[in-house]
Every structure is written in C-alpha cells, then in structure tokens.
C-alpha cells in the first residue's frame, strides 16, 4: 500500500505527488481534509513515523489552534484529539507504505520510502 496524505490546495502536497507519478508510483490519494482520518488511521502512521501527534502538527497558525487553547505545553492526547476534530492541524503531505511513513517537507523526502 502506497498512500498520500493528500490536499490539492497545498502546493508541496501537488510537489510531492508530481515527484511521486514522475517515477511511477501509483499512490492512493487520501484527501484526509474532505474525509478525516478515524482514530486507528491516525494512530497507524503515527507509529510507522515514530512520533508523537505533535510532530504531525505544523498548523499552529490555523485559527482552531488557537481557538481550542492550544499550545506546545499541550498534551498528546489533546493534540491527536484536535487533528481528528479538525484534520485541517495535519501536517502535508504525509507519504506511506505498508511499514513507514514521511512527511513530504520537502517533497524529496518521500523517495527514502520508495
């Protein structure tokens, strides 16, 4: 499996997956912000990247951040509940295989996964 954590409004999102399709790689395209991502699947890449739901977080500007109080004194479970609530707070793109995961910042990131 060879998922995008996809929004075709972010530039580095659209860079990533141009890289992606220029070598051949068929990803599934997960448009996490029109379909948010249940628990297990925010869990799982969690795990395949080996952080904690802050390290996903780089929306801090967004106006629900900081409409919900939060900051980087928040707990994990606060912050992993606010990307569920509000998956607009996920860092983009997120790129996975079956057994890892990387955020596309820069774009170039994603071919140590391939």
Known sequence: MQR?????????????????????????????????PDAAMLDGVLTKMGVKAAALVARRGEKVWKDLGLSTDSTDAEVRAA????????????YESDTRAVIGRPPEA?????
Request: hydrophobic content about 45%.
């Open 4 to 36: 995008l954590w996809h929004n075709p409004r972010c530039s580095k999102s659209r860079q990533t997956l141009a890289l992606l399709e220029e070598r051949g790689v068929e990803v599934e395209l997960f448009h996490y912000i029109d379909t948010p």
């Open 110 to 114: 994603v071919l140590d996964l391939l």
């Open 83 to 94: 990307m569920l609530a509000h998956p607009i707070l996920i860092e983009r793109p997120i």
